[in-house]
């Protein structure tokens, strides 16, 4: 499948990223733990490049790893490509479909007068000989591995009719050492784990990240004064703002309209509930209040109500409540004896969760209007699932051996992949949104 | 199907280490604010704030060397020799009435994050409300739960999270202000 020219590529790739930013923490390795039975067959031809953008990024390895990643394409190893066009008009639509490729891609990478990079490229029907799309790319030079997964994003909705969240970011926790020398950090990454940047490092814990709707800032909770505080900072900048109050306060999660954080908040009594923190005015508005467990709030994406965990009726379950003051909860989850940490899905009809599965903590998926439940992953310790903006993708995290790794599964249970730190654990991933 | 990819391995903490990156600099350690403040830029190093917090040994006789009250699972119920452990240290702040202690409340790694922060800090306040029941006062006690992110062992059977699951009773140096 991929030789070992495609994986000298693809090391050509990540060690250019690693350079071109400020690199946190070694950049994650993946493997693709299972796939689709009928993938897509493309090929992917090498880029035309007039420029030495990035260090020169293969941009058609960047594509390719995209696309086979996502467990609904295979792509045609470059050494039995029957020709190297870059251009539409010199596809010979019957050559490639000799070569068992339904599409054929080509592109490329020009400099422009203004100093920025344009990237063009052409998808091909090999089987009709109609050109599916064409579209152009334009940024700054450092920004050419962008470009590529906005390529990838293209082809993937052009074919498959959703778009693609490839040119999206994940952020993401990163341990090392063993109390009490534990090293945190919080880190952003491109989807696919590479262009890591350093958000945070503390030797307490960091935990529960957070996107903004616009994906410029994060909400997380640290321990860096021995105290839990809820913190938002702009990622660009590293600005940022606490709310600590008495007790615990956790679970941060941003409202739809980017205006608010719903958190809990446990206060002196020790009894965490879920509040609404308005971010200009600081005002807080109290949505629960039981002597139970209440936390991990989501929002519904009409921002009208929120779902979280509770263990008021003798086990952590996950119950939904209007987003103002004095509503009541309805019970969502009945099977089994635990369900916990909910997500929903961009479209608000699937609910994301950690169940407890024949004494497994796994990652299930429950059909909100049904109430019909699957069971996505097949881990002990699965944890912190998290939608891609397109909703057909969850991240979440796995113990692989003795080491926190992510995982990511496709809705339907049946493309998964593995992203694990050379060293030290990575755990609680969160998907960031689809960049404007 | 299972497929394997592997698209880098050692070399990339090879090429890593070959890198010009810069680590960024530790922001200095700002005092902890109960509203809110700005930071500097970049990415922030988290520095605890020393001075208020400072952790001691404590007293060290009898049951008061041991700090740590243990669990069942999901269950924040004081039994066996905790309650033992737990009058000891009630006993000792009792006659002590400046020494402070902060109890932090831990739980296994198993359910989720926040639920477990949860969880430690309904141990940590179960401990805390016998401390007061048993003469402590309130002022003497703080609670933090750090539910499963900071466990005692590392270790992924029954073993290891019956270790995990406790309070830690940490006596703090800086003693209660006098009353007025």
């Given at each position: 499948?991929?030789?070992?020219?495609?994986?000298?590529?693809?090391?050509?790739?990540?060690?250019?990223?690693?350079?071109?930013?400020?690199?946190?923490?070694?950049?994650?390795?993946?493997?693709?733990?299972?796939?689709?039975?009928?993938?897509?067959?493309?090929?992917?031809?090498?880029?035309?490049?007039?420029?030495?953008?990035d260090g020169g990024l293969d941009v058609a390895e960047v594509v390719q790893h995209?696309?086979?990643?996502?467990?609904?394409?295979?792509?045609?190893?470059?050494?039995?490509?029957?020709?190297?066009?870059?251009?539409?008009?010199?596809?010979?639509?019957?050559?490639?479909?000799?070569?068992?490729?339904?599409?054929?891609?080509?592109?490329?990478?020009?400099?422009?007068?203004?100093?920025?990079?344009?990237?063009?490229?052409?998808?091909?029907?090999?089987?009709?000989?109609?050109?599916?799309?064409?579209?152009?790319?334009?940024?700054?030079?450092?920004?050419?591995?962008?470009?590529?997964?906005?390529?990838?994003?293209?082809?993937?909705?052009?074919?498959?009719?959703?778009?693609?969240?490839?040119?999206?970011?994940?952020?993401?926790?990163?341990?090392?050492?063993?109390?009490?020398?534990?090293?945190?950090?919080?880190?952003?990454?491109?989807?696919?784990?590479?262009?890591?940047?350093?958000?945070?490092?503390?030797?307490?814990?960091?935990?529960?990240?957070?996107?903004?709707?616009?994906?410029?800032?994060?909400?997380?909770?640290?321990?860096?004064?021995?105290?839990?505080?809820?913190?938002?900072?702009?990622?660009?900048?590293?600005?940022?703002?606490?709310?600590?109050?008495?007790?615990?306060?956790?679970?941060?999660?941003?409202?739809?309209?980017?205006?608010?954080?719903?958190?809990?908040?446990?206060?002196?009594?020790?009894?965490?509930?879920?509040?609404?923190?308005?971010?200009?005015?600081?005002?807080?508005?109290?949505?629960?209040?039981?002597?139970?467990?209440?936390?991990?709030?989501?929002?519904?994406?009409?921002?009208h109500s929120l779902y979280f965990t509770s263990d008021r009726a003798g086990s952590?379950?996950?119950?939904?409540?209007?987003?103002?003051?004095?509503?009541?909860?309805?019970?969502?989850?009945?099977?089994?004896?635990?369900?916990?940490?909910?997500?929903?899905?961009?479209?608000?009809?699937?609910?994301?969760?950690?169940?407890?599965?024949?004494?497994?903590?796994?990652?299930?998926?429950?059909?909100?209007?049904?109430?019909?439940?699957?069971?996505?992953?097949?881990?002990?310790?699965?944890?912190?699932?998290?939608?891609?903006?397109?909703?057909?993708?969850?991240?979440?995290?796995?113990?692989?051996?003795?080491?926190?790794?992510?995982?990511?599964?496709?809705?339907?249970?049946?493309?998964?992949?593995?992203?694990?730190?050379?060293?030290?654990?990575?755990?609680?991933?969160?998907?960031?949104?689809?960049?404007? | 199907?299972?497929?394997?990819?592997?698209?880098?391995?050692?070399?990339?903490?090879?090429?890593?280490?070959?890198?010009?990156?810069?680590?960024?600099?530790?922001?200095?350690?700002?005092?902890?604010?109960?509203?809110?403040g700005a930071q500097g830029s970049g990415a922030n190093t988290a520095n605890a704030?020393?001075?208020?917090?400072?952790?001691?040994?404590?007293?060290?006789?009898?049951?008061?060397?041991?700090?740590?009250?243990?669990?069942?699972?999901?269950?924040?119920?004081?039994?066996?020799?905790?309650?033992?452990?737990?009058?000891?240290?009630?006993?000792?702040?009792?006659?002590?009435?400046?020494?402070?202690?902060?109890?932090?409340?831990?739980?296994?790694?198993?359910?989720?994050?926040?639920?477990?922060?949860?969880?430690?800090?309904?141990?940590?306040?179960?401990?805390?409300?016998?401390?007061?029941?048993?003469?402590?006062?309130?002022?003497?006690?703080?609670?933090?739960?750090?539910?499963?992110?900071?466990?005692?062992?590392?270790?992924?059977?029954?073993?290891?999270?019956?270790?995990?699951?406790?309070?830690?009773?940490?006596?703090?140096?800086?003693?209660?202000?006098?009353?007025?």
């Amino acid at each position: 499948m991929s030789g070992p020219r495609a994986i000298a590529g693809a090391l050509a790739v990540v060690v250019v990223a690693l350079c071109a930013t400020r690199s946190a923490h070694a950049a994650l390795q993946i493997e693709i733990t299972s796939g689709v039975r009928d993938p897509v067959p493309i090929a992917i031809v090498p880029f035309a490049r007039a420029v030495p953008a990035d260090g020169g990024l293969d941009v058609a390895e960047v594509v390719q790893h995209d696309l086979e990643g996502s467990g609904r394409f295979r792509a045609l190893p470059r050494e039995r490509m029957p020709a190297t066009p870059t251009r539409a008009d010199e596809i010979a639509a019957p050559l490639w479909k000799g070569a068992g490729s339904d599409y054929v891609v080509v592109g490329r990478v020009s400099a422009m007068e203004s100093g920025q990079v344009a990237v063009d490229f052409d998808l091909v029907n090999t089987l009709t000989g109609a050109r599916l799309a064409t579209q152009r790319f334009v940024g700054a030079p450092g920004a050419l591995r962008n470009a590529a997964h906005r390529v990838s994003d293209a082809i993937y909705q052009k074919i498959l009719g959703v778009r693609g969240a490839f040119a999206t970011r994940i952020a993401y926790v990163a341990v090392d050492g063993s109390p009490p020398a534990q090293h945190f950090q919080l880190i952003v990454a491109d989807a696919d784990g590479a262009n890591q940047h350093l958000v945070l490092e503390s030797r307490f814990p960091l935990m529960s990240p957070s996107w903004s709707p616009d994906g410029q800032w994060l909400a997380y909770v640290s321990f860096e004064t021995k105290h839990s505080g809820v913190y938002v900072q702009l990622v660009r900048s590293g600005e940022r703002q606490v709310s600590a109050r008495a007790g615990v306060n956790g679970a941060p999660e941003w409202s739809p309209d980017g205006r608010k954080l719903a958190l809990t908040l446990g206060g002196s009594s020790g009894n965490p509930d879920i509040y609404i923190l308005d971010l200009a005015s600081q005002d807080l508005t109290r949505i629960t209040d039981d002597p139970a467990i209440d936390t991990e709030p989501v929002w519904a994406p009409d921002g009208h109500s929120l779902y979280f965990t509770s263990d008021r009726a003798g086990s952590a379950q996950i119950y939904q409540i209007g987003a103002q003051p004095g509503a009541r909860p309805k019970r969502i989850t009945f099977g089994g004896s635990y369900n916990a940490r909910p997500r929903v899905s961009p479209d608000g009809s699937q609910l994301a969760m950690v169940t407890l599965d024949n004494g497994a903590y796994r990652v299930a998926v429950q059909d909100l209007a049904s109430g019909t439940v699957r069971v996505l992953s097949h881990g002990r310790l699965d944890e912190s699932p998290s939608f891609a903006p397109n909703g057909a993708t969850l991240i979440y995290a796995e113990r692989d051996g003795e080491r926190g790794a992510l995982a990511t599964v496709s809705i339907d249970g049946l493309t998964g992949l593995r992203l694990k730190a050379p060293q030290g654990e990575v755990r609680e991933p969160a998907w960031g949104p689809f960049s404007p | 199907m299972r497929r394997v990819i592997v698209v880098l391995l050692v070399a990339a903490s090879l090429a890593l280490g070959a890198c010009a990156h810069k680590r960024p600099k530790p922001a200095p350690p700002e005092a902890p604010d109960a509203s809110a403040g700005a930071q500097g830029s970049g990415a922030n190093t988290a520095n605890a704030a020393a001075g208020a917090d400072e952790e001691g040994a404590g007293p060290q006789a009898g049951l008061l060397a041991t700090k740590v009250v243990y669990f069942d699972f999901d269950s924040s119920e004081i039994k066996g020799t905790g309650t033992d452990v737990v009058a000891a240290h009630a006993k000792y702040l009792t006659a002590h009435s400046s020494t402070r202690v902060r109890l932090e409340g831990h739980t296994d790694e198993r359910g989720s994050r926040e639920y477990n922060i949860g969880l430690g800090e309904r141990r940590a306040q179960s401990v805390r409300r016998a401390l007061l029941l048993q003469g402590a006062a309130d002022a003497q006690i703080s609670t933090v739960s750090y539910g499963e992110e900071r466990p005692a062992v590392p270790g992924h059977d029954e073993a290891a999270w019956a270790k995990n699951r406790r309070v830690e009773i940490v006596y703090l140096t800086q003693p209660l202000a006098p009353k007025q």
